[in-house]
């Protein structure tokens, strides 16, 4: 009895840790639940009941008095790791994996920081701004004051979000610094179209994957979760406009 208790617990311990990966990094609650679930059924668990939000797991078996809680501090986004974990579900699905192997592969995973180098992100998302500026009908001119005018936005969030671990207003800094370096491009002549670099040099900073997953955990009907995302990428977004509408007040 006490060799499967023990048993038990260490599957328990495989299934919340792939939770918790999938959770850190961008994947959608029911993936999250169905993920643990079919982890938990494929070790011989088959009454195993799981709660999910945004910021806590909590997971239980049917028989088994303690019941595991683990806390969801921080939130990126890595969907790497979410692939990964989804192929180690699917190796244990198919047998090829005991809780032991599994456990270790999960840390593995966890452990790892595979996220690109600071300079890298902040020229991913330059060049990304002076793309969406040309996506939105933007004129070629005002290419290289997007690129410009996006990575110091970028970076400036990076930057902000290190001294204050506040999202929201490090997105606030960033779109502030976004309107003011656009507006001296255009004081400036080099620029043509404040509203068009404004726009381009912001997409990097919008929560695309986190509107997603929203909408997702909607439809899935998990309402609690679905409307925290909601919420938070509300803030997001009046983060972002709260920016730019101060330096437009200005104006």
């Known amino acids: 009895m006490e060799n499967y208790s023990k048993r038990t617990y260490e599957i328990m311990d495989v299934c919340l840790l792939a939770g918790k990966i999938l959770l850190q990094n961008g994947g959608e609650t029911y993936r999250v639940e169905d993920t643990m679930t079919r982890i938990a059924e494929s070790f011989g668990l088959l009454h195993t009941h799981s709660y999910v939000t945004p910021t806590v797991i909590i997971f239980s078996i049917d028989g088994i008095e303690q019941t595991k809680l683990v806390r969801i501090m921080d939130r990126s986004t890595d969907l790497k790791k979410v692939t990964q974990v989804n192929s180690i579900s699917r190796r244990i699905s198919n047998g090829e994996h005991t809780v032991d ?27 990304a701004s002076g793309c969406f500026l040309i996506m939105f009908l933007g004129v070629w001119s005002d290419f290289i004051p997007a690129m410009i005018t996006g990575g110091l936005g970028f970076s ?16 606030f800094m960033a779109s502030f610094v ?4 656009a507006v001296i491009f255009i004081k400036l002549g080099i620029g043509t179209d404040l509203d068009k670099i404004i726009i381009g040099s912001v997409m990097p900073l919008v929560p695309g994957l986190l509107i997603t997953n929203a909408v997702r955990d909607l439809m899935a009907g998990h309402l609690v979760s679905g409307l925290s995302k909601g919420a938070e990428a509300f803030l997001t977004a009046f983060a972002i406009g709260a920016g730019i509408a101060i330096v437009f007040s200005f104006l």
Request: aromatic share 12%; no cysteine; glycine share 2%.
């Open 101 to 127: 192997e599994a456990l270790h592969e999960l840390k593995q995973v966890e452990a790892a920081n595979e996220f690109f180098p600071t300079i890298v992100q902040i020229a991913a998302a330059s060049l």
């Open 178 to 181: 976004i309107g003011i370096f």
């Open 156 to 171: 400036s969030m990076i930057y902000v979000h290190r001294l204050v671990k506040l999202k929201f207003f490090a997105e």
